[in-house]
Each structure stands twice: as C-alpha cells, then as structure tokens.
C-alpha cells in the first residue's frame, strides 16, 4: 500500500518539541534497555569515577558515527522533487538552525519509495562498516525498531521507509527528523543528549551515587560536543560518516551480549 | 613509495613480481606457484618527525601475496611536523594479500598518521596484521591516528575506522590506560567457528559483511597479542590458491 501525501494527517510541530519528545526516556520506544555499555565496563576495568571521562569519550567516538548517521538519513530521506526531475537534495537555508522546520514539506513522495530506501541501505552498509561490532549493530536495530514502531504511527509518511526494513535508530531517527521537521542540529544534540542520559540513567543503578552530580555530567559531556555540532550537522554523503572507534567500547558489547545476570540488554 | 606488485605471468607458474624501492625496502623471499612472499626491510632510521612512507601493493588476479615487516617500526619524537605511513593495495579477483606486520611503536611525542587503504576485487581475501604501541619502555605514549578503509572495488565497504590514540590522553573506553592493541583483520571468508574455551584472546568482531576483526588490548605485547587467530586466518586464506 502507498500512502499518498495528500492524506496524511499533516501533524506539525517545532523541531525542539520534537526532540524534547524523542529524547524523553518516558517515550515507549525501549530504549531502557540499553547502558551504552556501561554494565559490561564496569566489570572490565572501568571505575564508577571515570564515568564522566566516559560519556565524554563517546561523544568524540561511537556519538559521531551515530549523530552523523542520523544527519545524512535526514538528508537522503528528505527528498523533494525539483524542476529538472532529479532528487532535490538542498539543505535550504545552509544554516542547520534555520532549516528546521518548513511547514510546505509533505515527507517521503509516494514516487520516491524506492529511491529513498536504496539510498538509506546505502547509508546502512557505511554505518554498519564502521560498526564492527555485531552486538552493537544488533541493538542498534532493536531500538531502531522501537523507534520506528513510533514513527509509523505519529507521522505516517516515514511508514513508507520503516515498515518494509528493520533499520539502526539512528536511521530511523533521522528519516523521522526529516518527515516530522527535526533541523539538522538538533538531531545531533539529540542523539548526543540521549546517549549521555542513558549512560547516567544506567549509572545511578549499576554504581548508585549522586543523581545531581550526574546530571551535571551529562550537560559536562554535551557542551563538550556543542563544537562538532555545526560540522557533523553539514553530513549530506553515506561515504564522509565519520568512522571514530573506540575498541574498548566495541569489545564491551560483545561482553554484555552474553553478560551472565546483566541488568541491560546492551 | 615503495611498490610492491605480483601477477600471474603464464597460466598456474611463478607470479611476476615488481619490488620498488621508497623509505622500505622490499626483498623477495620465495615465488611458487601462485605464490609470492617479500620482505619489508626499512631503509633507515624509520619513522621521523616529517617521514612520509608510502607503501603500494597490487595483487593481479588469482595471486597469493604474503608481505612480511622484518623487525618492527619505531615512530620517533616528532620535531612539529607528523609523520606519515600511507598503504594503499589493491587486490585482484580471486587473490589473496597477507600482510604480517611486526609492532608499530608510538614513542612519547611521536605524531603519526597512518592510512591504509584496501580494494578488493570479487572473491579475493586480505587478512592485515597491526599492533600498535604507545610508548617504547617506561613512556605513555605519543599521537596516532590510525585510518583503515576496506572496500570493494566498487566501493561497498566492509571496514571503515579512525582510530584517534593519545599516550598523554588515555580515554575510558578507547584503550583506556592499556598500551597496546593488536589487531588481525580479515576480509573476504566468514570467520570459523569457535569454541568459547579456544583462546583467550579477547574479542572476535563479526563484521556485517564477511570478515572479522579480532582484538586484543593490554598491557605488553606478550600478554595481549591475537597469533592464534592470526595463524588460523592467514593459513586458511593461503591454501585458497595453492
């Protein structure tokens, strides 16, 4: 079935309402699922006073994979058509900020369904790349599918992209920032946001101490981020996806796959 | 640059072999059937602040190439300006590279980028060797930044990493205060199964296309190493042409 864009519910909101709701842990997309590998580090070297060091060495490693995979479904999900009847793929304003909300916008056409797919699974193949390993990959596509099960049903327009595939969140996210108006910027402060907030959520459980001297962590680790914002918020191209690794982080996941008597999935 | 470049000469006989001396001299070893192996001798007191090294490597179609370093590589105290090491091979349909690599030392205030870069044509295999190490004895450690980029001639990727280490700069999470990371990467055949009890050398990371990374991250290089998988990947990848 194509669900045309002249009937859909034409639901419109402002970019950081729209992130307040999706980086909000009381959204029933599962995400409480995950520690960002915090359970598995614990128990392999890592101490409860490097944990602020923690978050913020993600926000320089797996973060920019993640953000800047969301940025570019964002971009290859917005497509429009334009006058010589290619894919017009412009940012707009060129200022991230700016180009947030634009209520003219009608999400994926109908005449792009496989346009948009194709080039999402080539997106898919540069993040799993760079996602060496399977354990992540494997959680990025259940909270993918959390989210997108979401996604389908508040904004109608992205179910032409979620329903055939499973896809990893941060694609999901940002074919969902495309179709409901998330500017670029934005998404990459809210997957930042929300990495750093999962991390501290786990680490009030796993090594319970202060839970105001986590949140100062958190904001800790998203100013430090705040630089690479404009720079990861331009990503258009699947090939220029940063590739940061961080091999302590990588062999983690694969640790808590199989952690006997774990409290999180990943 | 260094130029490494094997090809089948006449059908099933010796592979022609072009060795191009750079920074890194290349040595021939032995060619059989198929089968080429060269050594990597460096040319001097590699790696300086400045040095750029440039190795590159074609293996034609259907051609087993095993690239051995002869001792390993220390990159000194950079005087302002990195240093480069730069490998970019290209691997034919049905061919096989294997490159065993002895340890890359970053010593304290050293700054290298190093950028190695693989196509692969249709059915080849590549299994690539790296250890890295921050510091000589008693150091923490200088600068690398360390980029692998493993493609499909037509540009499907299987591994793409940056890898940012900083002796000074130890991150949670990265390598945390660990010196050492080795690594054998192979690309081209599913890794094989193991049993849980085989080795204990750290993690297998299962790529999404077929290939895996193995890791080890330590203290020494005695104590953290990935040989066992190393040996079982580069012995399966070389009977593949013989």
């Known amino acids: ?266 | 640059m260094t130029t490494i470049a094997v090809a089948e000469a006449a059908p099933g006989g010796p592979p022609k072999v072009r060795l191009t001396p750079g920074l890194l001299q290349p040595r021939l070893v032995t060619r059989k059937a198929r089968f080429a192996h060269v050594a990597l001798v460096a040319g001097g007191a590699t790696l300086l602040g400045g040095d750029s090294v440039s190795i590159r490597v074609e293996v034609g179609a259907g051609c087993t190439l095993r690239i051995e370093d002869i001792g390993g590589t220390v990159a000194y105290p950079s005087t302002g300006r990195p240093s480069d090491w730069n490998v970019d091979a290209v691997v034919g349909d049905g061919a096989v590279l294997v490159w065993e690599s002895f340890p890359f030392v970053v010593a304290d205030r050293a700054h290298v980028r190093r950028r190695t870069t693989v196509r692969r044509g249709a059915d080849a295999q590549v299994c690539l060797r790296e250890t890295l190490v921050l510091g000589r004895t008693g150091e923490a450690g200088g600068r690398i930044v360390s980029t692998t980029d493993i493609r499909d001639v037509d540009g499907t990727p299987f591994f793409v990493e940056e890898l940012s280490l900083d002796g000074e700069h130890p991150r949670p999470g990265v390598l945390g205060r660990s010196r050492v990371l080795d690594t054998a990467i192979m690309v081209g055949a599913e890794p094989e199964e193991e049993a849980p009890s085989d080795t204990d050398e750290g993690q297998v990371l299962v790529l999404a296309r077929p290939g895996a990374v193995a890791r080890a991250i330590g203290s020494a290089t005695h104590a953290a190493h990935v040989d066992v998988r190393w040996r079982r990947w580069t012995n399966r990848a070389e009977r593949r042409t013989e």
Request: glycine share 6%; aromatic share 4%; charged share 25%.
């Open chain 1, 1 to 266: 079935m194509t669900v045309t864009s002249t009937d859909l519910p034409t639901r419109r909101n402002a970019s950081a309402t729209l992130a307040m709701l999706l980086a909000d842990s009381r959204l029933p997309a599962g995400a409480h699922v995950s520690s960002n590998g915090l359970e598995a580090g614990l128990r392999h070297g890592l101490a409860a006073h490097e944990v602020a060091d923690y978050m913020r060495t993600r926000m320089t490693t797996v973060v920019r994979v993640e953000a800047g995979a969301a940025v570019i479904a964002r971009h290859l999900a917005d497509v429009r058509p334009s006058a010589d009847g290619a894919a017009d793929t412009e940012q707009g304003s060129g200022d991230p900020d700016r180009d947030s909300f634009r209520p003219e916008r009608n999400g994926i056409a109908p005449e792009r369904d496989t346009v948009v797919p194709d080039r999402l699974g080539v997106l898919e193949t540069e993040w799993a790349a760079r996602t060496p390993s399977a354990a992540l990959r494997e959680i990025a596509v259940a909270l993918g599918a959390g989210l997108a099960r979401i996604g389908q049903r508040i904004w109608p327009q992205t179910a032409a992209v979620l329903r055939p595939t499973p896809l990893p969140r941060p694609i999901v996210l940002g074919t969902i920032a495309a179709c409901a108006g998330i500017g670029a910027a934005d998404l990459v402060r809210l997957v930042a946001y929300d990495d750093a907030q999962t991390v501290a959520a786990a680490v009030l459980k796993l090594e319970p101490t202060d839970p105001i001297r986590v949140t100062g962590w958190v904001l800790d680790a998203c100013a430090a981020m705040e630089d690479s914002v404009s720079e990861l918020s331009r990503l258009t191209r699947p090939e220029a996806l940063p590739a940061s690794g961080a091999p302590l982080i990588e062999d983690w996941a694969e640790v808590q796959s199989v952690l006997p008597r774990r409290l999180f999935r990943a």
